[in-house]
């Protein structure tokens, strides 16, 4: 029924066009013997441009959206009708009868006439109909004057929840200028000065794809300022269609640590992952979903979900039948630990690729009554999963270690660096697999991180609790380090130790400090307490172990770690009955473990 509606008001412009030329040409007073030609004229134009306009598909758009190319189809459209009725006209030996400015005034008519009511309809639809400006909502202040802003913009005005006082871009070319009749008003620097002037308490990021260190800047001089920060969608949320530009949120402390986008080899990625079977342990963990979520994007033939928790893993598997419901899954429950439940799905599933992220992780957890514990699910749960990769023929598997392996201070950072040993050692004699190892450090929301942490504390009133005022540590965004799990798997050729580029470290009490006005609190209102720092813990991480260097790989944010030579067959041997061990005390575990990993230093040591 539109369409038709559509076709009627084209129609019927097209008609007054044509009569309006006339009217124009005679000064509104037609001579008698043009009426005959006016009328014959119009029944050559009327059904050419009907046609030519419903083959160029000008019906198929949506005025509430008309737009540029909308526009260029029109223009496209009566130049050809008006061309094609020239010749007809010429053909049929009606041109003499035709008037020639007629010929020149008819098409401008017509395009002002269908493009006019288009836009006219828009501008009603958007609101900018009857007013320059939308006076009505919450004043702000946007930051930037990009696409991104312009949709913004749109968006805005439509729903009518803010009132956009003005635009802040550091381009200095853009400043002073209108973007959709908002003016931008100077650069992000006098973002304080503007949101006095103005009495502006808001301000909406419109920056998805500025480098993460100009968006960190921008919400650091607004979150000075006392302005409660909202953002824009990420621009990879923008693209994937999950989000519109008009669902502005709060500005989280991921948006600040956000780091700039991996470029991934995505051809290569895919020869890899593509068609393949891929088994990950610890799949219902953070490291071990966001990894499922990355080689999903890559369809693989089969994706195995090896997890010890039931609750995990019934929780990725419902992720999955959401978000993937065409990919091919297996959820199975299994300890990484033993080696018979391990063979039995090796031999079912036959995997390809194997990513190994099953560990305990939790430094003061493992540090006590657990290390036991820790030692036989991150060492020997480790030898077990490489040795089943090996014994059935898996292509390549990857180990996910941690920087706390590196000069270890804690039974967690050992047991993760004895862990890279075996699969140094295994590597040697693996045959057609490939064993690598990915080491990279915290990441940013994961289970038992501060940042959750920390906002829990907040919406308690506080206190914040830190550890100590000069502790730092390395961050990164969980899709970052999937991605760059991946892109280390398709490089590594077997025994290599790569190092992931984990940026400038960050210290922990600016993280709180951050949180808390992210929060719209200041530091009276949530006080940061110190509280000491906890068993096994550094003051700061390290990427390489005193003897190691690093030697450049073709991606920029990997590197590989050249140390010690791998252990022997002999090492192994002594180590597997060591672990055959029923159960250690804490203590013994720990004189052991400063054996088997020589740079482990517990504190007091």
Known sequence: MRTLLVVIHDLTAVALAWALAYLLRFNFDIPPVYVHSLLEGMAVVLPLQGAIA??????????????????KRIILAVASGAVIAAVLMFMLHRLSDVP????????????????????????WKDGHLLSFRDVTGEPVLVLGAGKAAVDLLREIARSRQWHVIGLLDDDPEKQGRLLNGVPVLGAVSEILEQARRHDVRHVIMAMPSAAHSVRRQAAQLATGAGLTVLTVPSFDDLLSGRVAISQVRKVELEDLLGRDKVQLDSAGLHRLLAGKVVLVTGAGGSIGAELCRQIACFSPRLLVFYELSEFALYNIEQEFARHFPSLAV?????????????????????????FHAAAYKHVPLMEKENAWQAVRNNVLG???????????GVGKFVLISTDKAVNPTNV?????????????????????????MVRFGNVLGSSGSVIPKFREQILQGGPVTVTHPDVVRYFMLI???????????????????????????VRIVDLARDMIRLSGFTEEDV????????PGEKLFEELLADNEQTQPTPHPKLRVARGESAPDAAWLGELDAWLACRSLDEASVKAALGAWVPEYRPPGA
């Not at 419903?54 to 526009?71: C, E, H, Q, V």
């Not at 400015?101 to 493009?115: D, Q």
């Not at 999937?482 to 470290?505: N, R, S, T």
């Open 54 to 71: 419903w083959a160029l598909g000008l019906y198929r758009g949506i005025w509430r959206f008309a737009s540029l190319p909308d526009l």
């Open 412 to 436: 967690m950072g050992a047991t993760k660096r004895l862990a890279e040993r075996v699969c140094q050692a295994i590597s040697e004699n693996s045959g057609a697999t490939q064993i690598v």
């Open 382 to 392: 480790t030898w077990r999963v490489a040795q089943a990769a090996v014994d059935h």
């Open 479 to 505: 899709p970052e380090a999937a991605q760059l799990v991946l892109q280390a798997g398709l490089m590594g050729h077997g025994g290599e130790i790569f190092v992931l580029d984990m940026g400038e470290p």
């Open 100 to 123: 020639r400015s007629v010929l020149v005034l008819y098409p401008v008519l017509l395009v002002l006439f269908m493009a006019g009511s288009r836009f006219l309809y828009r501008s």
């Open 330 to 354: 297996a959820c199975v429950v299994g300890d990484v630990r033993e080696a018979s439940r391990l063979a039995e799905v090796f031999g079912q599933y036959r995997p390809e690729l194997v």
């Open 527 to 534: 006080r940061i307490d110190f509280t000491g720092l906890r």
